[in-house]
C-alpha cells in the first residue's frame, strides 16, 4: 500500500480540509501559514495548541490586511487603507470578482513582508480611519477610492462527500484619511466601526471537541512514521475497499465530533502496527465488497474466511505468548464492532460469535487493568481510553442481546456514583448516565431471567430506575434541529437528541420486566409513539445516524402495536437509507422486527384464544383506554429460534 497522507497539523489544528500538496499544502500556502506534515511539539500539548491556534489566527490577520494594503497600482504599500464594509446592493451579489484582487499567497511579494508593529511617519495611529456617514471631506485625496468584491465560498463535507455550498461577496472601500479637523466628532459612529479581524465563523457546527479526549493504545500517529504494506495485489483492492467504502461508516459520532480522526487517530495507525487488526479489516471489506455489489463469487468467499481465519490465528498466537496485549484487545473488538457495519442478514458463511470474541476482550481489558484505570479517571485526570470506552458500549447493549449482566457492571455502578464521564457520549452519541442506568436494567434482567429476584422486588427497582432515569432529563434542553443556520451538524444537539431516543427506549425496556407487561397499555402506546415523534430530530439517509440508532429502533420496535406511527416512520426511513438499510446490524435489526411483528400480530389477532380484557387497562373514572392483554413474542427469543445469534448495536 502507498502511503497514506494525513494532511498536515496546521490544517488539522484548523479543522480544515488539506490537499496534501507538498512541500505546502494549498491553504497553508495561500494563508502565508507554516504546512508542517512532520508532527510538532505542539501537538502534544494542549496549551501549546491552544497557543499555536493564536499564532496562526493572528498571522491569517496579518496576511488578510496585507492583501487590502499591496494588491492594487498606484498606492504607497506602507500607507495602510481604511476599510468601512459598504452597504450591499443588487450589484454586490453577483459575481464579479473580475474586479476584486486575490488573496495574498505565500508567493505574493508583500505577503509577509509588512511590519504592522511600525508606521510611517505620513501616519496617524489617532487619526479616523473609516468614512463617517453624514458628513463631507473637505479635502479629497489624489487617488480615487478602489472598492474590493471579496467572494468566499464554503463546501461542507459529510463522510469526505461535498454536501452544501455557500457563496458570499463582501464589498469594502479604501481611501486616503483627510486632516483631523476635517472630520468632526460622531458619538455613534461605533456602529460603522466593527472589527473586521474578529467574525464569528458560522460554518463550524457547534463548540469545538478536544482532539485529544480519548487515549488510543497506539498514541498520537505520525504521518512521517507510515511505511507502505506487504500486501499482494488482491489484499490491496480490498484495502482499498475498506479505506474508501467501509471506513466511513465506522464511529459516525466520532467523526461528527472531530471529522478525520476514525481515519487518521483509530484506523489507520492500527492497520501499520496490528497484523491481526488488517486481517479483520480485510475480511469486513470482502464482506462489505460482497453485499453491495451482490457478488456470488468464490474468490470473495475465500477471501472471507482466510483472513477471519488468519485474523483469529494471529489473535491466539499472540495470546499465547502474552504479549502485545493492546493490539490483541484492538483487533478483537475490530471483529465484533465492524461485523455491526457490514454483511446481510442471510450471510451464512461460518463465523466465530461475538460473545466468544468477546470473552477474549474481557480478559484482556482485564490484564490490562482498564476498569480500574476508567474508575480512577476523576482522581488522575486522564482521558479514557478507546479501547475501554468501546469495550463498555459493547458490554452494556450486548449483555441485553444475551439477557446477562454486563461483565463490568460494578464499574459503571461507580462511574455513575462519582458522575464521572467513559466517553460514550463522544463515542457513540448517548449519555454516559443513560448508558450506566441501562446497564443496572441489563443487571435487573438477568436477575429477573434466572428468578434470583421475586414480582414485588422487581417492582421496586424498576420504580428506582424509573426515576433516575428521569433525573437525567435537563427540563431546560428539548430536541431541535442539530443544524446551524449554514447546515453544519451540532455535535451536541446531535448527542442530546440521541440521548433522549435511548432515553426512552431504555423506559420501554424498564417496564417490559413488570410482571404481565402489556405493549398495548396507553402509557407504552404514547412512549413508543413519542420515539417516533422525536426521531424527526436525527438525520436519516445515508449520511444520516439510523445506523447508530439500532439498539433503540430494535427495543421500540419489538413493543409497537400494528396501528403504531413507530412503524410507518420506520418505514420511510429504511426507504431514505437506500440499500444501506440492508446491511449491517441495521439490516439484521430490520429482520428482526419483522419476525416479531409477524408472530406477535398473528398470534394477538386471534383475540378469543389469546387476548383478555385487562383491569389495567380498561375503561376506568381516571381515563385509561380500553386495552387488551395480550401474549408478547419477546424479540431474543425469535432471535435464538432463527439461530441470529448476532450484535445488534
Known sequence: MSNVLLGCFTCRLRRKKCDEGKPKCKACRHLGLSCEYKR??????????????????????????????????GQNINSPPGLSHSVPTSDTYSDIMGRGTRAASEESQYSL??????????????????????????????HYPYEVDVKTERQMYVNDYPTRRDSTISTFSTFHPPPHGALPAFPTEEWIQEDFYERHDSWSGEENFDSNYFDFSHGIPDSKA???????ENDQSLLDHFIENVLRLIFPILEVNQHGSVKTDVILPALQTNKCYLHCCLSISAIHKKSTQQLQSDQLDNDIVKHRYEAVSELCKALSLDRDHLQILEAALGMIFFQCSVGRPDDALPDIPWHQHFQAAISLVNRLDLPRVME????????????????????????????????????????????????????MGCDDRVMYLLSEIACLDSLKKDGRVDDLQVCTHITALAQQLDATENPGESPSQPFSANGAIRPKQLARNMTALFRIAARIYLCSLVPDFNRYQQSMVNLISRFADLL??????????????????????????????????????????????????????????????????????????????TPTSATTPGGETTGMKCQNVHWRDVMQQNGMDVLLI
Open 40 to 73: 510538532p511539539m505542539w501537538w502534544s500539548n494542549a496549551e501549546m495548541r491552544k497557543q499555536q491556534k493564536e499564532i496562526i489566527k493572528n498571522s491569517i490577520k496579518r496576511t488578510k490586511v496585507t492583501d487590502k494594503t499591496s494588491t492594487l497600482p
Open 113 to 142: 513582508e509588512y511590519d504592522f508593529n511600525q508606521f510611517p511617519d505620513s501616519y496617524d495611529p489617532y487619526a479616523q480611519q473609516l468614512h463617517t456617514p453624514g458628513f463631507g471631506h473637505t479635502q479629497m485625496y489624489h
Open 226 to 232: 507510515q511505511t507502505p504494506l506487504a500486501i499482494d
Open 376 to 427: 480512577e479517571m476523576p482522581h488522575t485526570g486522564t482521558h479514557p481510553p478507546f479501547n475501554m470506552t468501546l469495550t463498555a458500549w459493547i458490554d452494556i447493549l450486548g449483555s441485553t442481546m444475551l439477557g446477562r449482566t454486563p461483565q463490568f457492571a460494578s464499574t459503571y455502578r461507580t462511574k455513575h456514583l462519582t458522575g464521572s464521564s467513559s466517553g460514550l457520549c463522544e463515542l
Open 536 to 613: 424527526q430530530y436525527v438525520p436519516g439517509g445515508p449520511d444520516g445516524f439510523d445506523r447508530s440508532l439500532v439498539w433503540p429502533l430494535l427495543i421500540c420496535g419489538s413493543y409497537s402495536i400494528p396501528t403504531s406511527s413507530f412503524r410507518r416512520v420506520l418505514k420511510d426511513r429504511i426507504y431514505d437509507l437506500g440499500e444501506q438499510a440492508e446491511f449491517g446490524s441495521f439490516g439484521k435489526m430490520v429482520h428482526v422486527l419483522h419476525e416479531v411483528w409477524r408472530r406477535s400480530d398473528e398470534i394477538n389477532m386471534n383475540s378469543s384464544a389469546t387476548c383478555t380484557p
